[in-house]
């Protein structure tokens, strides 16, 4: 009897900065290290000469757009490697200005300034805690846009919010987080099993409101099978992020968000995040990897969907496989602006927010709702519907 094959070590993909050094991201024209990025333009801006530019794009410079045909076993990015839960978030780094010694918390920063001689520190080389990833898509929306958005998007929904709600919002409290995220190439096929049923015939029995609509139909055995090619699937790599248990918040409306554009993302470099706050990945590939199935499977079905249309009943897919022969993994920053709102009604609180696209101004969230309100205006509604059917019957019977 054969041994089982041992698994194949994921291949490491090095998307390490070239040339970096922990703690320096300097200006290419000055060599200042006091560096922001300038929301309006995307790009990095020295605020010593003014000087702006931008990182390379990951998907040119490491051909992350290419061979996803050719994918076999697992690749992942330098920043999507597995996060050593050992490794402390308080990193310490030797100024290079004037050699002192600075820490950084990274947890919830990626830079910080020297005390003594105020030289800007950035974290530059992958550290294995999930704090740096390999990518960052920058911010493009406004903060004065986001808030527009936000107001107009609140503003639509005040005649059924709470009173408290109303009082209370202020979206000039929002702000601006890189969420985590892993960006997936995958090379795929799946099968699936079902019944489908073609209709031979529809007829109706009784009469009045007793009246009942019938069918029969053919039931056949269906199956198929489809390979393709998956490029850039977002998944969130944060497992806070990932729960969506709407009974605590309604964070899950960071997905309707999606997509980013994120062939445009750009080498990590730790100035993007200087003025916002993100968050950090906690989850490995490995953990990760069911999710990724079942979309793939979501895939694959709509994938054979066009070819089901003579099935006017509808298919029931009894069975599913899926084989995967090769992924691409890389870590990357998506830029949200966020608001949120915690509300307490009943003994039972939840977070509600309400979050923009930082690079499409795609808007969506979610308010706590007046129950009373809506509850009148579903009985006003309800008492209608049922006038209009009380005078269509007798009109009928004129």
């Not at 919002?169 to 190439?185: H, L, R, T």
């Not at 699937?233 to 968000?257: F, G, K």
């Amino acid at each position: 009897m054969p041994l089982p094959v041992e698994p194949q070590a994921p291949s490491p993909i090095d998307m390490s900065k070239d040339g970096a050094k922990q703690g320096v991201n300097r200006c290419p024209s000055c060599g200042s290290t006091d560096v922001e990025l300038h929301v309006e333009t995307s790009q990095l801006a020295c605020r010593f000469c003014r000087h702006e530019w931008s990182e390379g794009r990951v998907e040119e410079k490491y051909g992350l757009g290419e061979g996803i045909e050719n994918l076999v076993g697992t690749q992942i990015g330098t920043g999507a490697a597995d996060i050593d839960r050992d490794d402390s978030t308080m990193l310490t780094m030797k100024c290079q200005g004037c050699g002192a010694e600075v820490v950084v918390d990274t947890s919830n920063a990626m830079s910080a300034r020297c005390h003594w001689c105020r030289h800007v520190l950035s974290v530059n080389q992958q550290i294995p805690n999930g704090a740096v990833p390999d990518a960052v898509l920058p911010f493009k929306i406004t903060h004065a846009e986001a808030v527009d958005r936000i107001r107009q998007f609140a503003g639509k929904r005040r005649t059924f919010a709470h009173s408290q709600f109303k009082k209370d919002f202020k979206p000039e409290n929002i702000v601006g987080v890189y969420m985590p995220y892993m960006v997936i190439d995958a090379k795929a096929s799946s099968e699936v099993y079902g019944r489908g049923e073609i209709t031979t015939r529809r007829y109706t029995r009784g009469s009045g409101n007793n009246q009942q609509t019938y069918y029969d139909a053919d039931v056949y055995q269906v199956s198929r099978q489809v390979d393709f090619l998956v490029d850039d699937l977002t998944i969130e790599s944060s497992s806070e992020r990932a729960n969506m248990d709407v009974r605590v918040n309604t964070n899950n409306i960071i997905n309707t968000i999606l997509p980013f554009d994120t062939k445009n993302a750009v080498q990590w470099n730790a100035s993007y995040l200087r003025g916002f706050t993100s968050e950090k990945r906690d989850q490995n590939v490995e953990a990760m990897r069911p999710v990724l199935e079942n979309q793939l499977l979501s895939i694959g079905r709509a994938q054979v969907r066009p070819s089901l249309a003579r099935f006017d009943r509808g298919v029931r897919w009894e069975q599913e496989k899926l084989d995967v022969a090769g992924t691409r993994w890389v870590s990357m920053y998506l830029p949200v602006w966020l608001y949120s709102y915690y509300h307490v009604e009943g003994g039972r609180g939840m977070v509600h927010y309400i979050a923009v696209n930082a690079r499409t101004g795609e808007t969506m969230g979610s308010v706590p709702v007046a129950k009373g309100k809506l509850l009148s205006v579903a009985l006003a509604v309800g008492t209608v519907v049922e006038i209009l059917a009380i005078l269509i019957v007798v009109a009928s019977a004129l």
